[in-house]
């Protein structure tokens, strides 16, 4: 693989929470050596206030921070992917446009905290449980010795991130 930063798109149904987490995740833990995306298939296109005052307590910078769609990432000149990550079961489940350049893919899959009812600290304990989680796969990912492992490996790897870590409950 090569010495320009790989390319990451994480990929979600509205844009507004777990991608968003995952974008800014994975931009302060691969700084220099990924740049990372996000989208969704249909964005909401407001970033949930939950997602950003979590990434803010965190001393995330949350400038990058917008919903926008999965077809801007598919236009032409658009960056090309070397990742895309599917980071909640409904965007799974969706037809993906066709991404220039054949991406590796893989599912994440991490439960919507944007969709939990309860008290505000129970709100805000599932956007930290997300954060906890996407946090968890992406320092894995960010691990792995891409220059000397060999595709088919890579690709069991992505697959065995999003299926092996305790799922929240």
């Known amino acids: 693989m090569s010495d320009q930063p790989f390319n ?8 507004s929470a777990r991608s968003i ?9 691969g700084q220099g050596r990924f740049n990372a995306f996000s989208a969704g298939s249909q964005p909401k ?17 949350v400038s990058f921070a917008r919903s ?10 658009a960056p090309e992917m070397n990742f895309v990550f599917t980071v909640c ?7 993906c446009p066709v991404w220039p350049g054949q991406p590796m893919t893989a599912h994440w899959g991490v439960p919507d905290p944007a969709a939990v009812d309860g008290t505000e600290a129970e709100k805000h304990l599932a956007f930290a449980e997300a954060y906890r989680m996407l946090n968890s796969r992406i320092s894995i990912f960010t691990s792995l010795p891409m220059a000397s492992i060999d595709k088919l490996a890579l690709q069991k790897r992505l697959d065995e991130i999003g299926q092996n870590l305790p799922k929240a409950g």
């Open 45 to 61: 296109g407001e970033v949930h206030p939950y997602a950003l005052q979590l990434l803010k307590s965190l001393n995330h910078d």
């Open 89 to 95: 079961d409904n965007a799974a489940n969706e037809a």
């Open 8 to 15: 990451v798109l994480f990929l979600c149904t509205g844009n």
């Open 21 to 29: 987490l995952a974008e800014a995740i994975l931009n302060r833990v």
């Open 68 to 77: 926008k769609s999965w077809e801007e990432f598919a236009a032409p000149g």
